[in-house]
């Protein structure tokens, strides 16, 4: 999809990095995934819990409908994510 041809009919006719939304008390926003990242075992008395979080877009066919989703801020999430991890 993100190529511009729809994974399963083959169109061109692809719309790129369409905002998802999701519900906030304040309104509609952008859909996020959010990772948490594990406490440490030894850390010091001041200490912040750690996470990142990414934006979700939609690539749609506008010829059958097809909907794909990605992610951006990749490398932050999966470092996040390896964290506490072996
Ligand atoms: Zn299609």
Redesign the pocket.
């Known amino acids: 999809m993100r190529n511009g041809f729809?994974a399963?009919?083959?169109?061109n006719h692809v719309m790129e990095g369409v905002e998802v939304r999701d519900r906030a008390s304040n309104g509609p926003v952008p859909l996020k995934v959010h990772i948490t990242e594990p406490e440490p075992p030894d850390h010091g008395f001041i200490w912040k819990q750690g996470s990142s979080s990414g934006t979700v877009r939609a690539w749609i066919?506008a010829?059958?409908?097809?909907t794909e989703l990605y992610t951006d801020n990749l490398a932050e999430l999966y470092a996040s994510y390896r964290k506490g991890r072996p």
Not at 63 to 66: D, I, L, Q, W
């Open positions: 729809c399963k009919c083959g169109s066919c010829s059958c409908g097809y």
